[in-house]
DNA sequence: CAACAATGCGTTATCGCACACGCGCTTTAT
DNA sequence: ATAAAGCGCGTGTGCGATAACGCATTGTTG
């Protein structure tokens, strides 16, 4: 590998002006930049970096603003575990997260964290732009390279999308029910959140357009429900013999495990989202049939990577990266 | 961070004398030894890895030891790539990766380039050890460090591995295969390579514990089969209208959707391993109904780290890392 | 023409660590 | 008694790049 000493000395001139040249900083005649960038092209000079990460000793400082680890039944943990993954293999070249967490569910708060990290010293942020405006105003405040993971905000100023694809997740729930359910009389029962989410409804569409029969759609969240009674009242209203299979589009299959479980209904086809660990029991006691997952540890891992690849060894960012959809059931589950 | 000027210090000496203490090299009194490595663990110091790997300069060169990438169905180009790409990572500190490739079918191919690898100058190998002989004495002559990939072998000397968990593979398998062909009369066939692997047998003994009817098994590989009429005629022999559906243990599904697109069969449950290139146009076609992986991109990607941390940075090897078993069908199809 | 500013470039210290060398002392051998 | 070897340790240099500093040379003024 040339070094900056090669160059230099192939140009004739000194190791300082290379570096000022290739740095466009200082002062140096525009004929000595030629020769200093000809003798870098012939040479295929490229930096050391970890010369250059010593010599500069930064430490880039990662911001993650993203709910609470518990929210979503958990699920915003996976995402953490994946960048703390990524955490431990480039500490040693000086890398550091700070986490900030926000309620999903409330604007205050997600703004609160978003002004945490606005204040802080960071040189890259990760996200999950749950709430479009805090997302918006902090890249507008904070003028460091985004990366979105679990959903995208188009136009937003983000360097980068690491993601799903919401509509064939739905596909695939519609293939694999379509399945689970031959034999079975009756139509399909979509559960989802009351809340707006793109994700969701995507995931509703891609489900519709695949199913080989009717599907039913109660749109009422658990979290709109006062207490267990209440949310198995309301299933008992639209769960019967002739329920074909249930299709939850988000992470709380385990609540609707939990009611089959106790009503004896566990031969009813059920798929949900999400490998939470109350789900990941409810797979293993075989009442979820599939859960579907959209890797989100590993978004938390690449989104990780991307952000570090960018800032610390100055590559282009390689765009957005969609993840594929995961199909966990009994016989694969990890661990 | 404390650095080792702040270690030296502390304990009263040069950096020089905690240098020597800390590798163990050269000469020093125990006392000294003591004052140091208290002020190590009272300054929580570790050495800065960027200095570290800039001082020796070191280059880590691992030799990659696994079949030519077009056999089995191309097969062996998947954990190339995922190596390619943690490579494109880690090439700025220093690592590069040296491709050794042989003929699985052939002892002499392999024993050939196993003995370029003993030659070659390279600080870790990885290596797909699917002929023990020649794995097991490369091990013996090349006293560096070894991961495997894909199988394992007990009692090598391997720090890790990191492969697939064949049996699970094989009860997923029945998983699928049963629900596919609910409502089919007839018994389930097998197809396997004769060749003795314990892999492919382990896969076989999974789906044998799981299936819920019977199941036929044709043990003739591709490969014994003159032309593509000879293999036709030999599965006109097994498969019919009363074949509830197929299982083929290794990458050859294609072959035998060719076959079933052929005859008009498509609706005839097809399951296989391994998601090369001509499966993937099976699956789009809807004649091969899932593809089960086991990450071999993902093996590599992580063999190539794994090693790399263990070389360069000094961890502990983290023990093996069984991948889980992926689904893949027409819905969640990879780009 | 002296005084001074602007320009282009080389020098040097620094980052944290590795490693060879050799100093000054004590112990052993001849 | 003198040389040789052993011991514990400090010093110095280099790895590749950065960045502040400052020296020449040239150009511009009154």
Redesign the interface.
Known sequence: MATIKDVAKKAGVSTGTVDRILHNRGRFSTETAQRVYAAVKELGYEP????R??SISRTCRLAVLIPYPEQDSGYWALPREGMDEALS?LS???VALEYFHFDRYDSASCGEAAGRIARSDCDGMIMAPLRDGEARSLIRKKHVPAIFIDTDLQGSGRIAYVGQDSR??G??A??LLN??S??REGSFLILAPQTENFHLSERIKGFRE?IERKAEILATGIEAFHDKADFHAALDRVIGPETAGIYVVDASAHYVAEYLKEKGLTTVPLIGFDLVEENRKMVRDGVIDFILTQQPREQGFRAV?LLY?CLM?GEESPGDQIM????I??????D
């Open positions: 050391n970096m970890l010369a990460n010593l293999a040693p070249y000086g064939s997740g596909a695939l519609a293939r399945l689970l031959r034999g695949k990577n690849r060894l594929v959809s995961q199909i059931t009994k016989e694969n589950l990890p």
